[in-house]
């Protein structure tokens, strides 16, 4: 079939709630005749969230795979779901990620209040979170494989229905991460990538996704894939009412409009933290930079609105975070492919 009258295809892990539910609400919105399928690890949620989504678009064909991205066996048995149901994917959407934080650390919080780190403060949460990991069934640290690796083995698993690889020379396939202005240089070791010993294991996962990001662009580009980083700002999500309970939010909403004044990374909503991620869609991928990555903001009056920043990654770290998780992936590709 004529790659201009194929229907795109959209695939969003951690669909059914936040930034992943309003992302998929407004490509309804945008992309006639889309097909949209939501990755998540509960079918329960993953269903809600589907009839919802077709109440708002008779037309879109909507479904679901289950992915569990901190279990490599759920990812491959979801993308050879996904390599059935598609012959070739426009927009891998890899946003499902999670921040398990066992307290605010209040003092630090009052201390940068009244400092010059506060704007910084705010925007990455840097000294804010008291943090947790864990091991998962396939022993690696829980946040790294949630957030980063599980998205990388998905990505290998789809090969064949991204780009050209699909057996369309003219295809294009975008690889969209979500990632956060958390992301700090200093919190990611390439010697620790999994964050084991850090204290950080969060930012330390948003660092590596950005060097993945750049390690993917040198190795699929010749296939007409392409991948970009975005940064949502601070949303008031199921992952932020785990930090603090939602009546909290709300009580300082008014307050969070105010700093939009002058920090416009205040997005607030799912819907304007999902702006880079729309405008991203939108984009013929082959004329972004490979380093830019892309910041959903808001103008004090509530405007949504995409910032664009350059990232400059060392390159001899994109090359060792690859050969190390490709190392990884072997291992385990070892352990349950060929057991
Ligand atoms: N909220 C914020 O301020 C910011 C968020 N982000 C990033 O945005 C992304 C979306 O988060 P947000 O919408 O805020 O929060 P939500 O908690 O609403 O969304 C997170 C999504 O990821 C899913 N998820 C978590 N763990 C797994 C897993 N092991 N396998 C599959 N899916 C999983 C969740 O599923 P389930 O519903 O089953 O829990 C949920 O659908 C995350 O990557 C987050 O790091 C970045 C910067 C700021
Ligand atoms: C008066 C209130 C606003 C006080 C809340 C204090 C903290 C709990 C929060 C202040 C800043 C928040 C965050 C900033 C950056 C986010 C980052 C971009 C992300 O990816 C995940 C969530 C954040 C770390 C978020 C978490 C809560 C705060 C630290």
Redesign the pocket.
Known sequence: MHSMSRRKVAIITGGNSGIGYALAERLLADHDNIRLCLACRSRERAEKAAAKLQKLSADAEISIVILDTSNVQSVYSAARDIEQRYDHIDWLYLNAGM?KVKG?DWSN?WEGLFSKRVLF?????EG??IQEDGVTDDGLQKVFQTNVFGHYVLIKELEAKLGNMSGNGEAVSQLIWTS???SLEYNFDIEDFQHKKGKDP?SSS?YATDVLSVGLNNRMNKQNVYSHVM?PG?VMSN??YE??PQWFWVL?LP??WLMRLCVPTMTNSASNGSEALVWLSHQDPSQLDPQSKFQSSVTACGKPYVETTKMNIDHNKVETLMQKLDSLDADLRKKYKNA
């Open positions: 921040l605010v919080f403060m705010f925007t990455t949460g804010l979170l956060s202005s958390a969060y948003k940064c601070l992952l932020t930090i603090l300082v307050f969070l």
